[in-house]
């Protein structure tokens, strides 16, 4: 399962939050246990004080003979009267023993062990009865004994006072407690609410400058490198947005200089471009002129040498004028409806190489594009083919498989080596070149640059990739009008 992802303002509420429902939970129980053993306390000291009070009041010190009944129904009187209160007196037995209340004579049920701690003084424990039919009900139940009389005959056993059992419920406590319970709990509730929203209030409050920050640093990346942050305060946040300041400053001025050069180096190519059309021209006429004019062998060869790497460095300059122009965004397109097979096939018979290409698509395919640049990009794919592959070389044209996509496909591939892994990924790359051991090759390393600034200006694509049984295979996608969304 994927992991929860929270934001740093849900983080930051969520602790500070359970550190107030901590500090809440910690008081509420704090208060409870105080407040309950208050509660029990007083009613267990009011009880005993009861019982000590009676037992001081109803048994004289001197006792008469035959004094038990009365003093164990006065007893009885003045200890079961109180409201949730029972008492039972039990006469002391002539061996000695423990002496039990009766069963059913209190709420609760005497242990012996009880009953033999009571026979030393007064003692008492708390005691849950469970009913089914009336729940848990907390008693505390008390038990003692007479000590400190005088016998007034030679019988003393004639003259010994009854043991007392006292219960008293502690309902009312429980209840008292119960809701002092609600309490806390509707207090804590209501405490984890405020903590909540004040921990919102707060977060918010100290990630607006780191929002603000976000921003700035999202619009720095995408280029618009004036973005500053305002200073406000004089914490670690502050002195943040400071460094953002100074960085977003220093790298505003490196990428100014950098721009600069950039596009001092463009304008330096396409003027020495400009500049070296015209007397490339005029000594290409020459050179073809001296070529055809020159015998075999000797100083002609040097001569036809010499008009075709003039005729090299014209498709060289021709190259560099062209990628300037997509450099200064000044190229454009001149859109019109295009029969993809007559302007495929009007490429290949341009420069000879119809023969050497199968052709592959249908006949009544209409594209609106820009039939010039779609003739660069063709005649590059071709050629590329043609010179650095192996035949035969197909080029295959129609509909996207994706019939959403609309446009047109191009498929040229051809059975040579195919494209090194190396140069897969930088094919499209300005003076890239498959044979770059070679010192000289026949291409300027320019072909294939050109034809991916024309399918991306056609809003299109254009990707390379080695065919299953060898040789390279270059897709062309080119949508009809001014864009598409890709096949």
Known sequence: MRRLRFGLRMRLAAAFTAVALL????????????????????AQDAVLNDVRTALAQQVPPNLPPDAEPLVAAALKDALGSGPGREAVAVPLRLDGGVSLPPPGSLNVVVTREFARRAMRGVVFQRVVKHDRAFGSDPYLLVGARVTG???????????????????????????????????????????????LGLALLATGGVLRPV????????????????TRVRVRGRDELADLAVTFNRTAQALERTVTELRAMEAASRRFVADVSHELRTPLTSMIAMTGVLAEEAEEGGDGAAVRLVAEETRRLVQLVEHLIEISRFDAGAAALVLDDVNVADAVAATLDARGWREEVAVEGPADLFVRLDPRRFDVIVANLAGNALKHGRPPVSLRFGRPEDPEAGGVRVVVADHGPGLPDDVVSVVFDRFVKAEAARSRSEGSGLGLSIAKENA????????????PEGGAVFTLWLPDGEGGEGP
Request: proline share 3%; no cysteine; glycine share 8%.
């Open 456 to 467: 991306l200006l056609h809003g299109g694509t254009l990707e390379a990739a080695n065919g």
């Open 211 to 226: 929002r603000r920050l976000g921003a700035a640093a999202r619009a720095l990346g995408e280029g618009r490198l004036e």
């Open 23 to 42: 500090a809440s939970v910690l008081a509420s129980g704090i208060s409870y246990v105080l407040l309950r053993r208050v509660m029990l306390q007083r």
């Open 149 to 195: 009389y005088e016998t007034t005959v030679d019988e003393p056993a004639r003259t010994t006072p009854p043991m007392v059992f006292v219960t008293a419920s502690l309902r009312r406590e429980a209840a008292d407690l119960g809701l002092f319970t609600r309490t806390l709990l509707i207090a804590d509730a209501a405490a984890l609410a405020a903590a």
